[in-house]
């Protein structure tokens, strides 16, 4: 499993775009890069996955590098209700690695009124 | 549709006590299947994770053990708590690679 480096904490503005890098140096070929999103007292949910450019979802869009040594999570003007933590995973679909969901320290994000 | 039931939501037993938690899956089969710790304030630790009955694998090693007794059913359990085992315990489920579905979560509070 391809080790990932976040912030540990950011601040926004209400309205906002937030942008969230995540980087992950040792990236294996057949590994995708996933996100997710987890608020107090509730299991982590599932926000956008992709493998290289850009994926864009009604909730966010990711941007991977050519490289894909890096990516960034985009929250499009956020909101209060966008406060939470965010992980940045990089795993395979299949094979070893592929059920060793190792999440990390993910990154903090607060929004502010 | 795919459901994860995770019982109880929260839970407090006394140092030495057994532990017992159960997490259940429907609407899939031979779904990875995954336990999960998070301490107050910390990022999720991985603690054991199931690719198939009876084959459980241990990521940190603690007084805790896992069993997979069906194909959708996975239990946590310890025979002797600790303080320092509180937390909020998740289970989660995923299909062969994809992303991982999570449960609501045991809040575990050990005095």
């Known amino acids: 499993l391809a080790k990932t480096t976040q912030p540990i904490s950011m601040d926004s503005y209400e309205g906002q775009e937030v942008n969230i890098t995540c980087s992950h140096n040792n990236i294996a070929t057949n590994d995708y890069i996933t996100w997710y999103q987890q608020f107090p007292s509730q299991g982590p949910r599932f926000i956008i996955q992709?493998?290289?450019t850009k994926v864009t979802n009604e909730v966010a869009s990711l941007f991977i590098p050519a490289d894909r040594k890096s990516s960034t999570l985009s929250l499009p003007r956020v909101s209060l209700s966008d406060t939470a933590v965010y992980y940045c995973?990089?795993?395979?679909?299949?094979?070893?690695?592929?059920?060793?969901?190792?999440f990390g320290k993910g990154t903090k994000l607060s929004v502010i009124p | 549709s795919q459901t994860i039931h995770q019982w109880p939501a929260t839970l407090v037993q006394p140092v030495g006590s057994p532990l017992s938690l159960e997490c259940t899956v429907e609407?899939?089969?031979?779904?990875?299947l995954y336990w999960y710790r998070q301490a107050a304030g910390r990022g999720l630790q991985l603690l054991f994770y199931s690719v198939g009955i009876g084959q459980i694998s241990s990521e940190v090693p603690q007084n805790l053990s896992a069993s997979r007794p069906q194909d959708r059913q996975f239990i946590l359990s310890s025979k002797k708590l600790l303080l320092s085992d509180s937390g909020f315990y998740l289970c989660a489920w995923s299909p062969r690679g994809g992303e991982a579905f999570f449960g609501q979560g045991t809040r575990l509070t050990v005095v």
């Open positions: 995973l990089a795993y395979p679909f299949s094979g070893a690695g592929s059920y060793q969901l190792t």
């Open positions: 609407g899939t089969s031979n779904p990875n």
């Open positions: 992709g493998y290289k």
